[in-house]
């Protein structure tokens, strides 16, 4: 029993061998071999761009005045709206001018009385000149008239003072605006007492030009510097590099403004060194204190190769794009990528103008497979703000260009002026 199982399995086995073996070598049926993978390509654009470093900052007023009472007395009135719009002048606090006013006439008063007696010592002078000339009287009475008289213009002038500065006060009764720009609640009510130069009564900041104060750091403030410095033919002049601002809420840098203050010192803790901007608020709408985004041009603009930004990858920070060859194979790339700008990457450095670059169906290639290519427009060249920015004004170039247009009349003018005389001397 046992032989002829060992009879049958020595049967079956090479049976199955056969037929498997048999199975193994069989083709695929017709219709499904292999596709190669299908990836969508475009072509990079090129466009102007500059370099730049974003930072973060915060609003401040072109101007902040604290107002205080410059005399003491209650507050009558307080006629301005709080949080609104005041000019230059315009009268915020009213102080009981009572007692100032009385102290002014007092002292208008005696100024009177003195001036009075001033007149009365000039005419006793003149009579006691004519006297002493005809030796009527001594030299010692004259010399005491003519003393009570500089005695006397010296008494107009005290006085004269007392009342200047009793109207002074009383002026300063009258609370008014030092500057124009945006007031702020009221901290003290009509009613109350205050306090000459110790109590704060509001506070105004200018608000149509806002400061925005940010910190840059060592290594982006000397590639600054060295970029923009003069004997290099850049556009940097005095201080007036160009800068945008974004705010919270913004998804562009819109906000155009200028540097007008660079500090004198870096800070050794933090490796920083603070940064003013100056920017427009026309509109009202900013207030001091607002957190924003600053991006400061590096440079000069440039022509620069852009790809969409989901063609990009990475590999152990190191990143690479899949372009395809003209036999439709894979080729890894490692690129250096630069800014972004509306959705699209600055590849410095690994990709030239012309090539495809696989912009979809990264995930199914590799080094050196075959691709079925699916083509792709190129979007458009992105607009950049800080080239716009960095770019000459058109009022500019036409300010220029009579300037030239001059310079050549001028220059053809002398030419001509040159042969007209090489003429005469023939």
């Known amino acids: 029993m046992m032989q002829a199982s060992f009879r049958l399995a020595g049967i079956v086995i090479p049976l199955l061998l056969v037929i498997f073996s048999g199975g193994c070598n069989q083709a695929p049926p017709a219709g499904q071999e292999k596709k190669p993978a299908e990836v969508v390509v475009t072509t990079p654009i090129t466009g102007q761009v500059v370099d730049f470093e974003e930072f973060t900052g915060r609003t401040d007023a072109l101007k902040t005045v604290e107002i205080r009472a410059r005399v003491s007395g209650f507050i009558m009135t307080a006629p301005f709206k709080e949080g609104d719009l005041v000019k230059e002048g315009d009268l915020l606090f009213q102080i009981d001018p009572r007692t100032y006013q009385a102290t002014f006439n007092q002292a208008d008063a005696r100024l009177k009385q003195a001036v009075a007696d001033r007149d009365l010592q000039e005419k006793n002078t003149i009579r006691v000149r004519r006297l002493i000339e005809g030796q009527v009287i001594s030299q010692e009475d004259y010399d005491t008239t003519v003393a009570t008289l500089e005695k006397s213009k010296a008494t107009v002038g005290s006085i004269e003072a007392d009342r200047d500065m009793a109207q002074l006060y009383l002026e300063f009764t009258k609370v008014t605006a030092p500057l124009t720009g945006r007031i702020s609640r009221r901290l003290v009510d009509p009613g109350n007492l205050v306090v000459a130069d110790n109590t704060p009564l509001t506070v105004i900041v200018a608000d149509s030009t806002l400061y925005v104060y940010f910190d840059v750091d060592e290594r982006t403030y000397l ?204």
């Open 223 to 426: 590639d600054l510097v060295g970029k923009a410095s003069p004997d290099r033919g850049s556009w940097f002049k005095g201080l007036q590099f160009p800068v945008v601002m974004r705010l919270a809420n913004e998804e562009e840098f819109t906000h155009k403004g200028t540097i007008d203050f660079i500090d004198n010192r870096v800070n050794a803790a933090t490796g920083t060194i603070r940064m003013r901007g100056v920017f427009d608020n026309a509109s009202g709408i900013l207030r001091p204190g607002l957190f924003v985004r600053i991006r400061l041009p590096i440079g000069k603009p440039y022509e620069a190769i852009l790809i969409s930004g989901e063609a990009l990858l990475s590999d152990q920070g190191r990143k690479f794009i899949y372009i395809v060859n003209d036999k439709n194979e894979v080729v890894y790339r490692q690129v250096t990528p630069g800014q972004e700008i509306h959705g699209l990457t600055v590849i410095k450095n690994g990709l030239s103008k012309g090539e495809r670059v696989i912009v979809s169906g990264m995930q199914r290639v590799k080094q050196g497979v075959q691709v079925q290519v699916k083509v792709q427009e190129p979007p458009e060249p992105p607009a950049s703000s800080l080239v716009q920015l960095l770019r000459p004004q058109p009022a500019m170039q036409a300010a220029k260009q009579p300037d030239q247009d001059a310079g050549k009349s001028k220059e053809g003018e002398i030419r001509r002026q040159g042969s007209g005389t090489a003429t005469g001397g023939n």
